[in-house]
């Protein structure tokens, strides 16, 4: 997970309990699989015996991180800011131990760096430390000097670095990790300490992943992948590690897995031939991590129900939200509740009230050649009718036209 690291660092890391830490700036009210790299590089940290801190960026987070962008980010407003930072604060107790143990993580915010201290005060304090053309030779701000770059988002780099300074004497902290886009960043920090205090601090960062495909890693075909799951549900989340490319699976389990190095290499030569296995493995895992082991179950559920062939007495076992996630993922109709409560004939279902089939002649071959199943009961006669008593839950029917054809019927008032 290391890319790079400034001199003497595992030296340092070697001899005692160091205390480090990752920043998080409040960009949106959830965090992504992108950020769960940093995540791990601290839950790691802390399992070898180290502290580590979250930093909030309460403070940077209302300037605007230039590295990685080829324009200016737009500026939330100060309400969205706090909103988010509250939000994201909620995830990292799910991960991180900040309960016992002397190397206890621990939650800090940047704005209590700055609230107390004017513009004037910054300058001087701050703004003298480092030179432009020092500041100016940081890639961040060389890939943006073109294009055109804003001193609100020049500054960040002062801000990121007076951030390590602060840590460092209240916390004597010695190291921030980061994302190699942060490199900049972050030795900037090293210099403050040097020039400012006379020691020496430390920096370390990861490669930003990628995809075998060259995409960023993190992303899928309906946008980022979300910890959340309001935004990226529980079976989306398994999904993506099951549908990965399998040059990935060997660099996503060495970032993602608690287990230790001697069960990666075991499970990855007992699965050498199928590497579906390891992506199982490795779905299931971060899915009862990230989720829960409930999560698990129903994503696990879904995704049989839709690729795999289950019976009615596993159908009827789905909760509500499995079928859901069961409705956006096959075509599905919504019909009044009323139709179905006074009884609907099923050949008038499927041709007349949702588009399941072209016509009620087709209808009728289809039931005919027994291609009908209705929540997994065929349907052998073209005059039978569905009442209330076949809905799941009330609400849901799963039709079947044929092994492949899966449709959801949902009532509404």
């Given at each position: ?8 660092v595992?030296e340092?890391l ?23 790299v ?8 802390q399992?070898?015996?180290?502290k ?17 962008k080829d ?7 100060l ?17 991180l131990?900040?309960?016992s143990?002397e ?5 800090v ?7 107390k ?10 703004g ?5 053309n020092?500041?100016m030779?940081?890639?961040s ?10 001193f609100?988002?020049f ?7 007076y ?8 916390k ?28 020496k ?52 389990i060495?970032?993602?897995t608690?287990k230790?190095?001697?069960e ?14 390891l ?6 895992e971060l ?16 995704s049989?129900?839709?690729?795999r062939k ?8 789905l ?16 019909i009044?509740?009323?139709?179905i ?5 099923i ?8 588009a ?5 002649g ?40 044929g092994?492949?054809?899966?449709f ?6």
């Amino acid at each position: 997970m290391l890319q790079d690291t400034t001199p003497g660092v595992e030296e340092v890391l070697n001899q005692e309990m160091v205390t480090g830490y990752i920043g998080f700036d409040p960009t949106a009210p959830a965090l992504t699989i992108g950020n769960y790299v940093q995540i791990m590089l601290l839950k790691l940290f802390q399992l070898s015996g180290h502290k580590p801190i979250v930093l909030m960026g309460g403070a940077t987070g209302r300037i605007g991180d230039p590295s990685g962008k080829d324009k200016e980010r737009e500026l939330k407003s100060l309400d969205v800011l706090d909103y988010n930072l509250s939000q994201q604060a909620k995830y990292f107790s799910k991960f991180l131990e900040f309960e016992s143990g002397e190397n206890r993580a621990e939650i800090v915010n940047n704005k209590d760096f700055y609230e107390k201290m004017n513009v004037l005060d910054f300058l001087r304090t701050v703004g003298k430390t480092l030179t432009v053309n020092y500041m100016m030779s940081k890639e961040s701000v060389k890939k943006r000097v073109e294009t055109g770059i804003s001193f609100t988002e020049f500054s960040y780099q002062l801000l990121q670095a007076y951030d390590f300074q602060c840590l460092f004497q209240q916390k004597n902290c010695l190291v921030q990790m980061g994302g190699s886009d942060q490199w900049g960043n972050i030795t900037s920090g090293t210099e403050f300490i040097r020039r400012n205090l006379g020691d020496k601090a430390y920096a370390v960062t990861t490669p930003l992943l990628t995809k075998a495909d060259g995409n960023k890693f993190g992303k899928s075909e309906k946008g980022n992948l979300w910890l959340d799951p309001e935004l990226t549900s529980p079976y989306e989340f398994y999904q993506f590690w099951i549908r990965c490319n399998d040059e990935d699976v060997p660099k996503f389990i060495r970032y993602f897995t608690l287990k230790s190095r001697e069960e990666v290499e075991a499970l990855e030569k007992e699965h050498a031939d199928n590497p579906q296995a390891l992506k199982e493995a490795l779905a299931e895992e971060l899915t009862i991590r990230v989720h829960s082991k409930e999560a698990l179950a129903a994503a696990k559920n879904v995704s049989d129900l839709l690729f795999r062939k289950i019976d009615k007495e596993r159908l009827i076992t789905l909760d509500k939200a499995s079928l859901e996630i069961v409705r956006k993922e096959i075509p599905s109709f919504d019909i009044p509740a009323a139709l179905i409560k006074n009884g609907v004939n099923i050949v008038d279902l499927l041709a007349e009230h949702t588009a399941i089939l072209n016509s009620k002649g087709e209808a009728r071959r289809a039931i005919q050649g027994n291609a009908i199943s209705v929540n997994k009961e065929k349907i052998a006669d073209h005059e039978y009718l569905l009442s209330n008593t076949h809905l799941l839950h009330g609400q849901y029917l799963l039709v079947e036209n044929g092994k492949k054809n899966k449709f959801l019927v949902h009532t509404t008032e």
